[in-house]
């Protein structure tokens, strides 16, 4: 791996030189850019999945910890990103999950019912 990073970032830069070249080679440029733009369509959609990876799971560790602004909570972290998750960690119940032994679904420790069920 420590030897495939100076390779691509080689030959990322030298797309990026082609890409910049003038007139004189027009297909040096067209690959240069290419390359460039399809790096960059995959960093932004890495980065989209791990925003929505980050959604999801504030949504989901909302509700087996019994938070009634799930919702919120999620949609908080949607539109502030990293800021959100932030926002939820120092607000949320603290405690270890485990399985609630009535619906099978997670519940915080010590909690007096499950908020998936209602059972105690």
């Not at 910049?20 to 960059?40: F, H, P, R």
């Not at 925003?51 to 560790?61: E, F, G, P, R």
């Not at 949607?78 to 603290?94: A, E």
């Not at 270890?96 to 915080?108: A, I």
Request: hydrophobic share 45%; proline share 4%; with cysteine.
């Amino acid at each position: 791996m420590k030897r495939l990073l100076p390779v691509l970032l080689l030959s990322l830069g030298s797309g990026s030189l082609l890409a910049q070249d003038s007139d004189t080679d027009k297909a040096g440029s067209a690959i240069g850019a290419l390359i460039g733009g399809t790096c960059g369509c995959i960093v932004c959609l890495v980065v989209f999945a791990i925003w929505i990876a980050l959604a999801v799971w504030v949504y989901k560790d909302a509700k087996s910890r019994g938070m009634d602004n799930a919702m919120l909570l999620t949609i908080v972290t949607v539109i502030t990103g990293v800021l959100g998750l932030i926002i939820y960690l120092l607000m949320r119940p603290k405690g270890n999950l485990v399985l609630c032994p009535h619906c099978q679904k997670k519940r915080v420790e010590g909690s007096a019912k499950c908020p998936h069920c209602g059972q105690p």
